[in-house]
């Protein structure tokens, strides 16, 4: 029941996001030298630091208890003697919040985004360690050695032990017919929804949006949730699963966008829309609401996404149906106080 209640807890009640920002100097091609940018704030644009800051608040991976961007080190509660301090590197373009130490963090009732800012740090870890995301894994309980064991109210249910009518709540007639339990809704899977992934890309030159290595970035951009989705092929998601929201600088002081992905009649995501030119004020509240309706787009289109609320209330009943003792009113006595000690 304890591994039931674990798996439970990191069921999230909330749609989640994940929003990976890129700087590109002019007329860089190579993945290395865009992720080296973000390493020192000189030579980045005053403006990308403003934007970033108008995304999200900063928040620790270590101590924070919701999405950071990984499955790895999300939705945990850590003790004060499991969290390392670590000095906050300082004088950067915006690399520490590539997701080792901090992350720029978003939420509201509905859902929750983290915005991640991948620097050269990731991509030699990832080159080192490779991509170490925790598998799902499905405990079956063993039983236990045969023998008649006195009726104790335990959390733990018996797998052996045989249902008949003698076995009834307090409350429930003796001579209640028996139903058959009927299960609707789809069946329970570990997919959660399409594996959408959303780039905002900072071009000092605008031309430069032709040649950006989106290819050769995307193994930065790993959640530890590819698994569970529904797209198996890599060239699935490049096609339609990949989206990229480029902003440019002009000399006015405005910003043009330029959108690039499978942006059809239902993927529409407003507030942005190609080619809009947008205020400084506005620039990340419009940012920020569009990577939220793209995802929630995608996560519409897709048959195999079911709402966080109907995934905690799957489990919750099959907690329910696995674990549930029906006792008479004299057994359920004596089984409450069976173990009290004196």
Known sequence: LTNDLEMLD????RDNDTVHVFYVKSGQRLAQDILRNVGSQRG???????????LG???????HAGWTGHISTSWKISQP????????????????????????YWA???????????SLDNFHRLQNDGDKSPQLSVSTPSEGPGGTKPTTLSLERPLTEPRNKTMESPSSP????????????????????????IFVVWLENFEDHENFPTGDLLP????????????????????????????HALQNGLFRIHMEGNTGKISMAIPLVDGMVV???????MVRQTAINIGRRKRLESDSYQPPHVRRKMKIQEIVDKYHLKMTESEFYTALFQDVHK
């Not at 509201?108 to 991948?118: G, K, L, M, N, T």
């Not at 017919?177 to 929804?193: E, K, L, N």
């Not at 930065?220 to 990949?242: F, V």
């Open 10 to 13: 990191t069921i999230t009640a």
């Open 279 to 285: 205020s400084r004020r506005t620039l990340g509240s």
């Open 44 to 54: 980045i644009q005053g403006q990308f630091l403003e934007f970033l800051h108008s």
């Open 174 to 197: 003796h001579d209640a017919p028996a139903f058959r339990t009927r299960r609707f809704g789809r069946p329970s899977t570990v997919t959660i929804g399409p594996d959408t992934k």
């Open 81 to 104: 003697e499991d969290i390392q301090e670590n000095a906050p590197r300082v004088g950067t373009g915006g690399s520490i919040y590539d997701g080792q130490q901090q992350v720029l």
């Open 108 to 118: 509201d009732v509905s859902s929750e985004v983290a915005f991640i800012v991948p």
């Open 57 to 63: 608040w900063p928040v620790d991976v270590q101590k």
């Open 220 to 247: 930065m951009t790993s959640t530890g949730l590819e698994q569970y989705t529904a797209t198996s092929s890599s060239s699935m998601r490049q096609d339609k699963d990949i989206f990229l929201i480029y902003i």
